[in-house]
């Protein structure tokens, strides 16, 4: 897995290159966030064609190692105006490590109006016409493209929020089922692929052997291992695959820390509506699937698939902080009605927390009634026609609070908060102010230690430790984002001694190289030198590190407020 491919998105050209050494022991995010930065001019506009598209599997997918099939999606972000990196599952990783592709590259931006289908193959890529595909729904591509190209081809595609450059637009990937529930779904990166003039791309690695790790009988047996430590972790062996992350609605709830009504509260009285515990009652009422991978090789399995009243399928990946967005975030208790906003977020190709938090941010403004359900279905809907309130949401809760001349909109770096109040699980909140990505939970998931004591025990609602827990764990999902690896094999391997062993151990015999614990942590923290670096040559500066003022309003039910000072989050990535 060592050729990097470029394709021209103006000339409808391609070429394949080696990795150089600088580049050779770098996968996923690391690999995404370096090609960016060297390409990259940080002062470009994000739909310019100096802007490139950068798509690369991790170093362990491909493998037989479990839930190593996640993706990272790396450009200049529409939404926030700094690197981004944007996490996937599905079935592109895999293929690509398959086909010996390392990193995918769109370069340029075509002319005219016409878009294309890129369709990759191990004898090369082709450009076909996408005319047939525009105005589709991403179910709708999916479903035309596996017809056309055989069942379990990868796919990437844009749905109608991407072919209108929104900044809220996602990439979606088609699951193992060909459902459209796996996103590249934050920062607008379906923004950049739209400005691109790409529909989709068809990843068919038909006549691809397997990979081969260098040294096959010691990845084996440690691949053996790492899944046994996965199954056997109560949260991420019974927990996840019992509820999916929806098992987090009581479980935050009950912390107080469940943002409610655009964080004025951190309860929600009715949360008992919008249950993991519900959902997965209605799931198996409605004959739905209750568990479920991502993509081939997941053994935590939290994802499903979720049925409405008729047992008819409604959407799959439904994850709690999509539960979140439209529910206690709008006051909205009603589980159905939430999965089908999810369902076209899928379809229109748009972030469900971004596009979650601008209705909220709707209702704010008065434009809908707070809790009115079908009002926010009708606002999403909207996305898709072109409307210009549709435009509005799909643009995100920054631009639809400036729209709307709301003040207070939850966001860092114009990227919407997600589910967790930071005053109420403050490692959180520092990950929010401080990831080089916007307001992003999964950039240093402190949840683990502030709330499941997982990895340790650190209080959420006092400042002391948090700092530290955020850094540590922005460093080690960096190493996970660069490996391939889901982030919910952090529970595992914070709460056991050679966990991290693990990882470095199955890098070494898939490459046959020997890097230790150290040089792994070491790419993590370069991986973040080098986000902080093009943001800052982006014009970013400490002052965008920094959570809205509304934050300093005192949360019930614990009476607590944001006390983390500036200079501490100044320190928590310096690294120097």
Not at 13 to 20: H, L, Q, R, V, W
Not at 175 to 199: E, F, H, Q
Not at 436 to 458: E, F, R, W
Request: aromatic fraction near 6%; hydrophobic fraction near 40%; glycine fraction near 12%.
């Amino acid at each position: 897995m060592n050729q990097i491919l470029r394709i021209d998105t103006n000339q409808k050209g391609f070429s394949y290159s080696e990795a150089d050494d600088s580049l050779a022991i770098m996968g996923g995010r690391a690999l995404t966030s370096k090609i960016v930065m060297d390409e990259v001019p940080p002062t470009c506009h994000p739909l310019s064609a100096d802007n490139k598209l950068v798509i690369a599997p991790g170093l362990l997918s491909g493998t037989t190692a479990a839930n190593s099939g996640r993706l990272s999606v790396g450009s200049k972000s529409p939404l926030t105006g700094g690197i981004k990196e944007s996490n996937a599952g599905g079935l592109v990783s895999q293929k690509l490590a398959r086909m010996g592709i390392k990193a995918i590259i769109l370069e340029g931006k075509p002319e005219g109006d016409e878009y294309s289908l890129i369709h990759i193959t191990k004898d090369g890529v082709k450009f076909l016409p996408a005319d047939d595909l525009v105005g589709m729904t991403n179910s709708e591509v999916i479903t035309t493209l596996w017809d056309r190209f055989g069942e379990k081809v990868g796919v990437a595609c844009i749905g109608p929020a991407g072919e209108q450059r929104l900044t809220g637009a996602s990439i979606q990937f088609a699951d193992p089922k060909g459902n459209p529930g796996r996103a590249a779904g934050r920062g607008g990166l379906g923004a950049v692929m739209g400005s691109k003039k790409i529909k989709a791309m068809v990843i068919d690695d038909k006549g691809c052997e397997r990979v081969k790790p260098a040294d096959k009988e010691a990845f084996s047996a440690l691949a053996k291992k790492w899944a046994k430590l996965l199954t056997s972790h109560p949260v991420s062996g019974q927990g996840l695959p019992a509820l999916g992350t929806a098992i987090l609605v009581n479980v935050i709830n009950e912390a107080g820390a469940m943002p409610t009504k655009n964080f004025r509260t951190g309860r929600f009285d009715k949360v008992e509506n919008i249950s993991g515990e519900l959902m997965a009652e209605l799931i198996e009422k409605r004959g739905g699937i209750i568990k479920e991978g991502c993509h081939p090789g997941c053994v935590i399995k939290c994802s499903q698939a979720y049925h409405d009243k008729n047992g008819d399928y409604l959407t799959s990946g439904f994850e709690y902080e999509t539960i979140w967005a439209f529910g206690a975030h709008c006051l909205i208790d009603d589980l159905d009605a939430i999965a089908e906003m999810d369902r076209l977020c899928d379809d229109i190709g748009v972030d469900t927390i971004d596009t979650g938090v601008a209705i909220g941010i709707a209702m704010e403004g008065g434009l809908i009634e707070w809790g009115d359900k079908d009002a926010a279905i009708d606002l999403v809907k909207k996305i898709k026609t072109g409307d210009p309130m549709g435009k509005i949401i799909g643009n995100g809760a920054a631009f639809t609070g400036q729209a709307l001349g709301v003040d207070r909109i939850p966001v860092v770096k114009k990227q919407a908060l997600p589910a967790y109040d930071p005053r109420a699980v403050k490692g959180v909140g520092v990950t929010y102010a401080t990831t080089p990505m916007g307001a992003d939970h999964t950039a240093g998931y402190s949840v683990c230690q502030n709330i499941l004591k997982v990895g340790g025990d650190v209080d959420p609602l006092k400042k002391e430790g948090n700092v530290e827990i955020s850094k540590n764990l922005q460093v080690a999902t960096a190493v996970l984002d660069a490996a391939g690896l889901c982030i919910f094999v952090a529970f595992p391997v914070l709460d056991s001694d050679d966990g991290f062993g693990m990882i470095v151990d199955m890098i070494n015999a898939r490459f046959g190289i020997k890097m230790t614990a150290d040089d792994v942590i070491a790419m993590g923290i370069d991986t973040l030198k080098t986000e902080k670096a093009f943001n800052k040559a982006a014009g970013f500066t400490k002052h965008d590190d920094r959570l809205p003022a509304m934050f300093n309003e005192n949360l019930g039910p614990h009476n607590v407020t944001w006390d983390i000072t500036d200079d501490e989050l100044d320190s928590t990535l310096d690294f120097e």
